[in-house]
């Protein structure tokens, strides 16, 4: 089978596509041909190895000190149809569509993935594709699905709050979006002026573009932000949560990490920072609201091949991809 093979950390010069052994399942796997997968943050991160300081020393010991040894193929999510069970497999059967992610086991970038079925998973989640999805869109939705469900419970939203996406044009925002409508939120998406339409039929109840206007002056307090972006600036809208607010950080550095724990272990308002457990319970939540017509992702117009996955790489780095990046394999 052809597969993304990961050579080095850095550049995305190290993700060479290459011949190699198709995998045979276990008593306990199924055997997926993988019909597309995605490009994520995470993905990126993971390649260059930039990860959060508590994150990047052991995982590069993991991963091998020098070049990456014990995860030699990159990709989290994927859709595909299951072409060998084990024999222990009662779950899922051959030719069954299916979605999931495979967590830090990655792998999803090749033609073929072998993975653990319920109930033995131990990373990642499966389950079978919403039928109203493509391959491609089915693959976009379990790793950002996952982290905006984990912040908006947490969080405990109630119709009628006001949730603020920061960064709500990208994977994580704009799932984000619909689930804060979904559960009755009176959602502001916060964006540059291209992806802002996009946001309004997501069920943004109002956008703001911020290169036009800075949302940390508007006066208006949120009971919850999710802030995809980090980066600087963190300070000023912590400022526009409410005194009992949630504030989620999903790409935080050292000096976020203090000053959150800090603002936490000091007043009313809560700093997250963490991730979501990604568990096939979700999944299949997500899964519901898809086929109920509540949530579907979106895909930027811009396609890539499984060769092309190093440059699908730099695209995803530009910052300016709208919504998911997905990759035909298949």
Known sequence: MQAIVWTKYGSPDGLQLQEIE?????DDEVLVRVRATTVTAGDCEMRRLQL???LSFPMRLYAGPIRPTRIPILGQELAGDVTAVGPNVTAFKTGDPVFGT??????AYAEYICLKAPPSETQGALARKPANMSY???AAVPTAGFEALHFLRQ??????QKVLVFGAGGSIGTFAVQLAHTFGAAVTAVDSAPKLAMLRSLGADHVIDYVQQDFTQNGEAYDVIIDVVGKKGFARRLKSLSPNGH?????AGLSHLLRGWWTSMTGGKKVVIGSSSQTKEDLLFLKELIEAGKLKSVIDERRFSLAQIPEAHRYAETGHKMGNIA????
Do not use: C
């Open 136 to 138: 491609e869109e089915a």
């Open 102 to 107: 495979t967590g830090f086991r990655f792998g």
């Open 327 to 330: 990759i035909t394999v298949a």
């Open 247 to 251: 504030y989620f950080l999903a790409n």
């Open 52 to 54: 959060p300081l508590m």
């Open 155 to 160: 969080a405990a939203v109630q119709p009628g």
């Open 22 to 26: 198709t995998p045979v399942p276990k």
